[in-house]
């Protein structure tokens, strides 16, 4: 089944405690990206990768890292976890089949609910 | 900056119509259109590219004017399915620009 997937689904940490959110893809996707929702903000996006060794940034990529080593995953790690990052992230995917991310909708995870005390 | 959507909210009966815009200050490139359920990830529904390209579900409509940088959603006899938080997403036109930036949401409710 073609599907993006997170780990873990819910955590609950403390402030300044490093912590990694897993996404992998089996679509063979170019494009990954992270992003986080907010009770009245809507989806703001974190950072993005269009490929492999290639990321950038989003509209709010501050206290947050990402790497893409692999195709099919994208991680977001938290280094030094605060309470404003308390959120719900999904992670999603899309083919640019070469016409970029413009023209190719996004397949997103299930959500991760991340609580920082 | 995020796009603003309008209205916030609606409340529909079965079989009624809604339109749900959508409009950026800034010149876009696409708008990409996705229905969250309650507890649930968003899910595609339209693409509507400068120049007239449109991809997307069959059942639904939109229609995108560049000169305005406005896009709507128009949701037509709609059904107890059609509930949910509905989100525009704008992608600038600026090559090789991949940022989509999502507006804060239209909250959905269709009643019997």
């Known amino acids: 089944e073609a599907q993006v997937t997170q780990n873990p689904r819910y955590l609950i940490t403390v402030t300044g405690k490093k912590l990694t959110v897993t996404c992998s893809q089996n679509?063979?996707?170019?494009?990954m990206s992270w992003y986080r929702q907010d009770p009245g903000l809507g989806l703001r996006q974190i950072y993005y990768?269009?490929?492999?060794?290639?990321?950038d940034k989003g509209d709010v990529p501050e206290g947050y890292k990402v790497s893409r080593k692999e195709k099919r995953n994208f991680p977001l790690i938290l280094e030094s976890p605060s309470p404003n990052q308390t959120s719900l992230y999904f992670c999603?995917?899309?083919?640019?089949?070469?016409?970029?991310?413009?023209?190719?909708?996004?397949?997103f995870g299930p959500g991760t609910r991340l609580t920082v005390l | 900056q995020q796009p603003v959507q309008s209205p916030q909210a609606v409340i529909l009966r079965e079989g009624e119509d809604a339109v749900i815009n959508c409009s950026s200050s800034?010149?876009?490139?696409?708008v990409h259109w996705y229905r969250q359920k309650h507890g649930e990830a968003p899910v595609f529904l339209m693409i509507?590219?400068?120049?007239?390209e449109q991809k997307g579900h069959d059942k639904i409509s939109a229609s995108f004017n560049e000169k305005k940088q406005q896009s709507s959603l128009y949701l037509t006899a709609s059904q107890l399915s059609y509930s949910g938080t509905y989100f525009c997403?704008?992608?600038?036109?600026?090559?090789?620009?991949?940022?989509?930036?999502f507006g804060t949401g239209t909250k959905l409710q269709v009643i019997p």
């Open positions: 999603a995917s899309s083919s640019t089949s070469g016409r970029a991310i413009y023209y190719n909708e996004q397949f």
């Open positions: 679509m063979n996707h170019e494009y």
């Open positions: 990768s269009m490929n492999v060794e290639v990321t």
């Open positions: 800034k010149a876009l490139y696409s």
């Open positions: 509507l590219l400068k120049g007239g």
């Open positions: 997403g704008t992608l600038m036109n600026s090559g090789g620009y991949q940022k989509v930036t």
